[in-house]
């Protein structure tokens, strides 16, 4: 079974909660460098959710899912 995966809302919280702890400069040097990957990882995910939802807006938006119109038989 494939695992969920975390919500735009989710990775975000997540990675603020990295930037602080990595700003705070309390974490050991080892574990900074593992929520430095894992924030990258977040940061990576939330930019290719931000782009898919940039792509669906300008799709609407520019009428390119306009309603499909069958040609009149005469």
Known sequence: MK???P????????????????????????????LYKEG???AAACREQLDRARHDIKICSEGVTAPFDLPDDE
Do not use: C, D
């Open 3 to 5: 695992k969920k995966e």
């Open 7 to 34: 919500a735009f809302e989710e990775r975000l919280a997540r990675l603020q909660t990295i930037v602080a702890a990595l700003e705070s400069g309390t974490a050991p040097l080892e574990e900074s460098v593992t």
């Open 40 to 42: 990258l990882a977040h």
